[in-house]
C-alpha cells in the first residue's frame, strides 16, 4: 500500500520562504509523476506543479511562477515543494500527489492514484 505522507508545513510572514516535503511507502514511484496541489477554504483545488519521472519540473502553476519550485530526491520517492516570497493568498492546504499519467494529474485529478493527507501553509501579512 502506498503512502504519501507531507510534511514542513507551517506558519510564516508574508515575503517569506518554506519548504513542505513529500515522502513515498510503499513502493518506488520512480515511474510515477508526482505533484502539489493545494486548496484553501471556500476555494477550488488549485494544481500548483508537476514534476516528472526524470526529475524535471513539467508544470507549475501561473500563480506561484518565479516563486515556487518542485524537485525531487534521487530515489524519485520524495518531492520537495520550496516556496519563496510567500503571500496571504497562498494560506492554503498543500497536497502531495503520485500518478503514472502526467496527463491525470492535469486533466482528471480526481483520478490520481495516490494523494497524501495534506500540511497547512500560512501566511501572515
Known amino acids: 500500500q502506498v503512502q504519501l505522507v507531507e510534511s514542513g508545513g507551517g506558519s510564516v510572514q508574508a515575503g517569506g520562504s518554506l519548504s513542505v516535503y513529500c515522502a513515498a511507502s510503499?513502493?518506488?514511484?520512480?515511474?510515477?509523476?508526482m505533484a502539489w496541489f493545494r486548496q484553501a477554504p471556500g476555494k477550488e483545488r488549485e494544481l500548483v506543479g508537476i514534476i516528472g519521472p526524470s526529475g524535471h519540473s513539467v508544470h507549475i502553476a501561473d500563480s506561484v511562477k518565479g516563486r515556487f519550485t518542485v524537485s525531487r530526491g534521487d530515489a524519485k520517492n520524495t518531492v520537495r515543494l520550496q516556496m519563496n516570497s510567500l503571500q496571504p493568498e497562498d494560506t492554503a492546504t498543500y497536497y502531495c500527489?503520485?500518478?503514472?499519467?502526467?496527463?491525470?494529474?492535469?486533466?482528471?485529478?480526481?483520478?490520481?492514484?495516490?494523494w497524501g493527507r495534506g500540511t497547512q501553509i500560512t501566511v501572515s501579512s
Open positions: 500527489a503520485a500518478d503514472r499519467r502526467i496527463d491525470d494529474i492535469q486533466t482528471d485529478p480526481n483520478s490520481i492514484d495516490y
Open positions: 510503499g513502493r518506488t514511484l520512480g515511474t510515477y509523476a
